[in-house]
């Protein structure tokens, strides 16, 4: 993976650079021996990592926007990073550039029932808004696996995602206003405790920006009335096909249940040996089905849920009758990760997404595809909404295994957007899929993107590497476009 | 003025290309259901760019060119009983006219959404991808047609509301929803001021009310989905609200009452008619204050957004509804109205740095400034 050419002359100027940050941020705020910046040398995707210039922890909007006014003044590159648990590299650091780190913005500022929402900074945690709204019925819904570390900031960077967003969305779905600094160091505040906003969507474009477009200081988000009750549903099914047929039969009777999850064998084998949940060890998919809402709901979904199951010829229908039920069917599923590590020394997670309908087709590729690399591959699949998350088993002792389990991984990306899918569903581009973008975007639409990217920040300076498999300067990007190759109207002037 | 009246996106990409040349600033039209008037070298006029491409029911995806009627994409999936959950409203409707004929293209550029906005979202939630020609006359596409997609910049989102001003759409990639099996009302008898608590107390609930509005004394609450759910969620709405005098509206009955709201039947279609947005909780006191500014009122969203009808002559009130709509951390545009009405009611311009991207952002995909000259969604 390359990442952009270190410019000597910011290496060389590093003991002002960090003045300057202590400057801005004084006391412990500033991070610039060896051994503690080794902390901040990767984020959760450990395969690549690199030394930053200097850490620096604001704990105000005003520090952050004068960190940024300075870098911006002297053309330093900036790298923002919330609880450093990306997938796809998003936070990786420069070794000619400042990491900003937002753990410091830790406040929950407001709880407002009536309004719905919370008003939180970026560097407090998924879980603990929830945590905080609990005591009135509210809760925040998106849910990513690493809800209980990872950031608010962080989900807005990346617009998380998680287990229920065929109901209820992803981070950008669940968010109502963001104050934002610029790299320039302005401070935008968009939307509020409303449902609209005027202008533009400032707020749709900088959710799932990855850290390229701005640094958000502020989140306010929608809380939703907790459900009255959860059931789950564990399903086991003899082929594939069958159990991706249930989920679409469910959806075609007007279901949308708050999450549907399929394991298919080598991932059910896994989770079994790890944690004796009793799930079947001769099926070959295993579907989870949660709903939610009231009380009255849920049981009528749970039997008609259990009608179609049967009629797509499952082999197995268990209904939760308690919430430990729930958690029981659940728990093999989410434990899916940890159960993969200890059957295999290392693991490489796969993001993409497919039309729900591909997955017998996508599966079989798989297999094909990973027996060609000689490598195994367990798959958890978010089926409701088409989001595979293939886990490719490998040994990074092994001499070019991890560059043959990347390659893999880029092949079944590869395939999804073949598929008419996308080439991540919900850990991001970053450095992970940066030089995929090309399998889905044209030239030309990669371009339009950057000059959004011009747009908030011309020098390039927040987060570049990131995303986009060529850098392109701001001023290339402004340039005439030929049409057929050629210029028509030669006769008009041209600027 | 010419005007093209492209077929296919490759005559739209040529059409909107040769603008582009020649440096033609072009008027972007759907079915002409808003009262916009752009004055420009040509019209990009969308009604026969029209067909669905693609409807995967059972992938809860509809994909449509930008002229397609938007009666036509519901009735297709009426007849699979999906829906679009972003409620939109053609705008020729409103104030109880005769549908117009509106666009998926306008209704996506225009931002619309009905009152099920409160719980379903707005056009920019269900805008999967899309494809368009820039103001440089470039055909591309970003998004997809799978909801879990975060591959590359929210593009979408800014198309979404754009008024015509950063592209012409091509096709529209929209995510469907199961369409519910049965709806139920709460009528609930109170005045304006009780309103706001009344709608933000149902909202806050489990039973997971759909739509919240006030008009005319009632507050009214819909409750939607499988029939048995549906009964015991509204009795237990019932018995939360508890108040004299509730009533009950079943099935079309009920549907009856959110065309209205949808339709804002409460104001008259003579009025200067206004949207402002606002803090959910703020909604209802600023509906009182309007009211007692001689304004007719509907509240929808909980709150969140309250329609005003002002006299349609002088400004149309803007004076007193942008002032009370800023004082308020609301923002008021207006809907319709006659041209001189509108030419003395635009609202306060955003800060300096927010302006600043807008027009960045406009120009990073019209860098000439072609599309709908003069028209500033801010003031849409």
Known sequence: MRMPEPDQSTLDRRAAIVAAMRRIVPGEGVIDSLDELRAYDCDGLTAYRQTPLVVVLPDTTEQVAAVLRWCSAEGVKVVPRGAGTSLSGGALPLADGVLLGLGKFKSILEIDPDNRAAVVQPGVTNLAISEAASGYGLYYAPDPSSQIACTIGGNVAENSGGVHCLKYGLTTHNLLGIELVLMSGEIVRVGGKGLERPGYDLLGLITGSEGLLGVVTEVTVRLLPAPEAVRALLIAFDDVAAAGQCVTDVIARGIVPAGMEIMDRPAIHAAEAFLEIGYPLDAEALLIIEVDGPEAECALLVDEITRIARNCGATMVQQSTCDEDCERFWAGRKAAFPAIGR???????????????????????MREMARRHGLRVANVFHAGDGNLHPLILYDANREGEFENAEALGAEILTRCVELGGVLTGEHGVGVE??????????????????????????????????????????????REHVHHGQTRFPGLPRF | MAVHRPDSSAALAEAVADCVEARRTMAIRGAGTTDIVIDADAVIDLAVHRGIVDYDPDELVVAARSGTPLAEIEALLASRRQMLAFDPVDPRAIGGGAPGGATIGGVVASGNAGPRRVSAGAARDHLLGFTAVSGRGEAFKAGGRVVKNVTGFDLAKLFAGSWGTLGVLDTVTLRVLPAPRFEATLIVPCDCAE?????????????????????????LLRIDGFRPSVDARFDQLAKMVDRPGIERADGVDSARLWTGVRTVEAIPATAALWRVGLPTMRGAAFAEAMMGEGFRVLIDWGGARVWLGGDDDGDGGAGVVHARAVASGGHARLVRAAPAVRARAAPPPPDAATAMLYRRLREAFDPHGLFNPGLDPWER
């Not at chain 1, 997955?359 to 079989?364: A, D, G, N, S, T």
């Open chain 1, 343 to 365: 059957i295999s020394p290392d693991y490489y997670c796969v993001d993409g997404t497919i039309p729900r309908r591909c997955l017998p087709e996508m599966l079989r590729d």
């Open chain 2, 195 to 219: 309103a706001g608590g009344i709608m933000a107390a149902a909202l806050r609930h489990a039973v997971a009310v759909s739509c919240a509005a006030w008009s005319d004394g009632r507050v």
């Open chain 1, 433 to 478: 899929k940066r030089d995929l973008m090309p399998a889905m975007f044209t030239s030309v639409d990669l371009d339009q993107q950057q000059r959004v990217k011009c747009a908030l920040d011309p020098a390039l300076l927040l987060n570049p590497g990131k995303m986009f498999p060529t850098l392109r300067r701001c001023a290339e990007l402004g």
